[in-house]
């Protein structure tokens, strides 16, 4: 009997000043996705949206210029339906594959699943940067770079119960990989939790595999399970390009 498996379209960018983020989940991609995995080790697969709260702002006539200045009020309008779609999917028996988007929609995607579990969850987290700011240690206000300290309850965003402060991640079973970027105030947080970071430098191509499992299995030692959000800046810009931030490596 093989697990359902639900693809959750979210293409959202107003994290940060980049709007591409949103063309990443591509129809075409998603339905040759879906089809691929209907015939290999899938057998049920939904194609979900979870953009409902976007196209009603838009069917009110809100411009986009309008949107940008209400930024926050709309990501977390977005992120809230994001998160439970995610908690709909999971207590269904389905496994939820998010795709975006820019990071920022993993505070919906994670929160909502931590919901779900009851319980702090541990966390893969592949990216170039730590994404560890809060308001107050970002110079740029993009959300985009905050996704991580939030979920680990150091970075309160938002108002809503669903995004609220407290921690939904076990920061011992936390592990960060491929980070290339970051400010002091964010190493000096990841150090506080005691999370573990990898390092683009320290990732050796003949040691990846290694490095990999030894990541996979702090994380999975998670006694409520562990999650993977992978931000695809997080591998060579020379490779994959069409990022919001890329960084060299």
Avoid at 19 to 32: E, M, V, Y
Avoid at 111 to 126: N, T, Y
Avoid at 136 to 146: A, L, P, R, T, Y
Avoid at 204 to 228: H, N
């Amino acid at each position: 009997m093989h697990q359902a498996i639900d693809i959750i379209s979210a293409p959202f960018s107003m994290g940060g000043r980049h709007w591409g983020c949103n063309l990443g989940p591509n129809p075409f991609l998603l339905r040759a996705l879906s089809h691929q995995l209907g015939h290999d080790a899938f057998r049920a697969v939904r194609f979900l949206d979870a953009t409902p709260c976007l196209r009603q702002l838009s069917s009110e006539g809100i411009k986009p210029a309008q949107l940008r200045r209400m930024k926050r009020s709309v990501t977390q309008s977005y992120l809230v339906s994001l998160a439970k779609l995610c908690y709909s999917s999971y207590q269904s028996g389905s496994i939820p594959v998010v795709l975006g988007g820019d990071h920022t929609i993993a505070m919906g995607t994670w929160r909502g699943i931590a919901q779900a579990v009851e319980k702090p969850i541990g966390m893969l987290w592949v990216d170039a940067h730590l994404d560890s700011h809060n308001w107050e240690s970002s110079d740029s206000g993009n959300m985009h770079g905050m996704p991580l300290a939030n979920l680990l309850g150091e970075a309160p965003l938002f108002s809503h119960r669903l995004l609220s402060e407290r921690s939904v991640l076990y920061s011992e079973f936390v592990s960060v990989m491929g980070v290339r970027s970051y400010e002091a105030a964010e190493w000096a947080l990841v150090e506080r939790l005691g999370l573990s970071v990898v390092k683009d430098s320290e990732v050796r191509a003949e040691q990846f595999a290694k490095q990999l499992r030894q990541q996979l299995d702090r994380v999975s030692a998670c006694p409520r399970g562990y999650a993977v959000s992978i931000d695809m800046d997080a591998f060579n810009p020379v490779d994959f390009s069409a990022v919001s931030v890329p960084e060299a490596g």
